[in-house]
């Protein structure tokens, strides 16, 4: 593994050779990531254009789900450090460079850019065949032409709801999507976040939470 040989060289002291490989390693990783993201886009404009967003929603659920759980991990501690962290890591794996910022609210993570969605759209995927949606959907935070690829997002919060019975973290985007402008926000009370971002998937937010709603506030 290239993984492997690294580690030799490094322990070696072969400076340049260690640069070397960690590139070769990148560009082994970068290129499986960027082919499995386009094969599902593949899938998903299959299935979108044959079968209709409804047909999406459901292959989405199915997708994220094991016997009605989110099919993710799940987390051995989930205080809210645990669980920025542990998206922090994750979000890595995309192999884009980071921006975690912090205020008195919450704490937002930027990848510049999204390693998976915005990285489509740089590489012209839409205007290559892929299928952006057309009609405002729940599964499109009520947006039109929004990039298939990025339903899961929307789709994802929606099941956190109805598992947890309220969002966690929540997505900043622009309208249209483009570039530059998609941020994951982690609130450090959930009843901070504001209940247009439950409307948007077809929630409500919890009665519970209501009392100390929000307007939005930028990343």
């Not at 990783?29 to 047909?55: F, K, P, Q, R």
């Not at 899961?152 to 570039?179: D, F, I, Q």
């Not at 409307?199 to 990343?219: C, F, H, L, S």
Request: aromatic fraction near 8%; charged fraction near 30%.
């Amino acid at each position: 593994r290239t993984l492997d040989l690294l580690r030799e060289v490094i322990d070696s002291g072969d400076k340049e050779r260690a640069k070397e490989l960690a590139g070769r390693m990148y560009e082994e990783c970068i290129y499986l990531h960027d082919g499995y993201m386009v094969w599902i886009s593949g899938l998903l404009t299959y299935i979108y254009n044959n079968h209709g967003i409804e047909a999406v929603e459901r292959a989405e659920r199915e997708a994220h789900t094991i016997e009605g759980k989110i099919a993710f991990k799940p987390l051995e501690k989930n205080d809210f450090r645990s669980r920025v962290e542990h998206a922090a890591k994750a979000m890595r794996g995309h192999l884009q460079p980071l921006v975690i910022e912090e205020d008195d609210e919450k704490v937002t993570i930027t990848m510049k850019p999204c390693g998976s969605g915005e990285r489509i759209i740089e590489m012209g995927g839409y205007e290559q065949g892929l299928a952006r949606v057309k009609e405002p959907s729940r599964i499109t935070w009520g947006m039109r032409d929004f990039p298939i690829y990025c339903v899961h997002c929307p789709v994802v919060e929606m099941l956190t709801v109805e598992s947890a019975g309220h969002l966690e973290r929540v997505h900043l985007v622009s309208e249209p999507m483009r570039h530059g402008f998609c941020h994951f926000a982690f609130y450090k009370d959930p009843a901070d976040i504001p209940a247009e971002f439950y409307e948007r998937i077809g929630k409500q937010k919890p009665a519970a939470m209501q009392a100390t709603d929000k307007p939005v506030t930028g990343g």
